[in-house]
């Protein structure tokens, strides 16, 4: 099963308007990355977070992290229309070196 | 810089085909991912390397998988004999780093249909 589960799986919001994206994961990590992926394209890193970090920013991106909830947010401020693509959580085992992705969310911008 | 190259982008083939996809890494990244991406499984790792040795094949699915990395700029994912359960897009990803806790680099991707 997948280390890291998404919610919600899809998401569709007006443009100009914040998006939240949330990802859980079950065990012990050393991070967590935020990827995107546009239709019919490959991944695109976004930001990673450490285990000994709690919030990060990145122009329009904000990305939480709290292990006590084993859980991640990524909110995108200000949304674009550019923004709609699915967008994926990657944790990495503390056990191992794997990286597993999340489901992913479906973002969708409406103009 | 070119990124990650993949081929072919499109594979179409018919069960029990043999299938053979390629990947050429980011120069200078020292580790290479293979995933397999479907509606019903998401984005899997399916085997890594790192400085062309393997270091997790676990997520290989099958005998019917195996993978190669002769070179620090080039390899290989082949599927013999493939099957209809297969088809997936298949993605290599590299990244500048002994782990797995970099950013990695992703290809455009391989869109395998087997019949």
């Known amino acids: 099963s997948q280390q890291g589960e998404e919610d919600p799986q899809a998401l569709s919001i007006q443009e100009g308007e914040n998006a939240t994206m949330n990802c859980s994961y079950k065990?012990?990590?050393?991070?967590l990355q935020w990827y995107r992926q546009n239709s019919g394209r490959g991944l695109v890193h976004l930001i990673l977070i450490r285990s000994n970090e709690r919030e990060k920013h990145s122009g329009r991106l904000r990305v939480t992290l709290d292990t006590s909830k084993k859980s991640s947010s990524l909110l995108i401020t200000a949304s674009r229309a550019a923004d709609t693509a699915s967008y994926f959580c990657a944790s990495e085992y503390s056990s191992a070196s794997k990286i597993i992705f999340g489901s992913g969310t479906r973002l969708s911008i409406r103009p | 810089d070119a990124g990650v190259i993949q081929s072919p982008r499109h594979e179409v083939t018919e069960m029990g085909q043999e299938v053979t996809l390629r990947c050429k890494p980011i120069?200078?990244?020292?580790?290479l991912f293979w995933y397999r991406q479907t509606m019903m499984r998401g984005l899997e790792l399916l085997i890594y390397f790192n400085n062309n040795v393997p270091i997790d094949d676990s997520g290989m699915p099958e005998d019917r998988f195996s993978a190669k990395m002769p070179n620090a700029s080039f390899s290989t994912l082949k599927i013999q004999p493939s099957e209809p359960r297969d088809s997936a897009v298949y993605f290599c990803?590299?990244?500048?780093?002994?782990?797995?806790?970099?950013?990695?680099?992703f290809g455009p991707g391989t869109r395998l249909l087997v019949l």
């Open positions: 120069s200078g990244h020292n580790s």
């Open positions: 990803a590299s990244s500048l780093s002994t782990g797995v806790q970099e950013t990695q680099y």
């Open positions: 065990t012990s990590i050393n991070n």
